[in-house]
């Protein structure tokens, strides 16, 4: 008999939250071929989520709605939170202190390469749950530069709030005072290449993120400013990908004060007035399209 297993099942579990580029401007690129970001970046309740257990010897499961994709790409979040795991345990190992075996599931709710974070949070989240199991307590920067080292957008996954990221994303911002807001997440669940759409760009040289709003949080004032921004993947990820464009005026259709797409794609986001609303356009949304991904759910707040 198969047990089916779930994060819940597990000592200690984490959360995963999916990632959020509100805005993503490219206003450079380094030598090294990185590209230079500008970011406003939130967070939100759903995600992922990873369980923690004491084992005789290291173990790793799945489950989810998306963890087939995941088991057959080597690439995706559960080798990262592997890595983690490993990267994590010489740091111990290196400070004198014990990082015993240990089972982590990863319960995947997430579509991976999605442009939400997926994989960057899970490691994140592998790390904070890791800690807390084998009673280590590192200083954050130790912390965060375990984080880079797993990738550019782990040390915001690790902080998981509302920030400003810059540069290649290791430059955070914390946004205290930002509000919570309700969303909605679609993805017609088609892969879309991050290399191929940073090819695609037509200028990496562009306007940087500035924000007249830093203490308020005001959602009306909010959405007003976040919609005078913009993502500069945007229009080189619709090149690739035809269901964007309809997805956004999908969502926009359902009554979004704002939209969207995040990262470098293909998921896009709708900003709502209550969660209420933000349900019941998902629900309609999955009804004309069965086949693709949406999700309602809230944004965390600054203070949380």
Not at 135 to 163: E, F, I
Request: proline share 6%; charged share 20%; aromatic share 6%.
């Amino acid at each position: 008999m198969t047990v089916i297993l779930a994060a819940d099942d597990f000592d200690l579990t984490e959360e995963a939250s999916a990632k959020i580029n509100l805005a993503l401007h490219v206003t450079g690129q380094r030598a090294d071929g990185y590209h230079l970001l500008d970011m406003l970046v939130t967070f939100t309740r759903h995600g992922d989520r990873l369980g923690f257990r004491a084992s005789e010897r290291d173990e790793f499961s799945l489950s989810g709605r998306f963890f087939p994709p995941l088991a057959a790409d080597a690439d995706a979040g559960g080798n990262l939170a592997l890595k983690a795991r490993d990267l994590l345990r010489q740091a111990a190992h290196n400070a004198g202190l014990d990082a015993p075996p240990v089972h982590i599931h990863l319960e995947k709710n997430l579509p991976v390469a999605s442009g939400i974070g997926g994989g960057s949070a899970d490691a994140a989240a592998t790390l904070r749950g890791l800690a807390r199991l084998w009673g280590l307590v590192l200083p954050s920067d130790a912390m965060m530069a375990l984080a880079l080292k797993l990738g550019a957008d782990v040390p915001m996954c690790l902080v998981s709030r509302p920030l400003i990221a810059r540069g290649i994303g290791e430059a955070i911002e914390l946004l205290p005072d930002f509000p919570s807001f309700a969303m909605v997440l679609g993805n017609p669940l088609v892969g879309i290449s991050t290399p191929e759409v940073f090819r695609r760009l037509g200028s990496k040289d562009n306007p940087p993120l500035i924000l007249a709003l830093r203490l308020a949080n005001d959602r009306a004032q909010w959405i007003a400013a976040i919609s005078e921004l913009r993502n500069d993947l945007e229009p080189p990820a619709r090149s690739l990908c035809g269901e964007i464009a309809t997805l956004s005026q999908m969502i926009s259709d359902e009554g979004a004060l704002a939209t969207r797409m995040s990262g470098s794609g293909a998921t896009c986001f709708g900003l709502f007035r209550d969660l209420e609303q933000a349900s019941a356009a998902a629900a309609s949304l999955h009804r004309l399209r069965p086949d693709w991904y949406f999700q309602a759910t809230e944004t965390i707040k600054g203070d949380a």
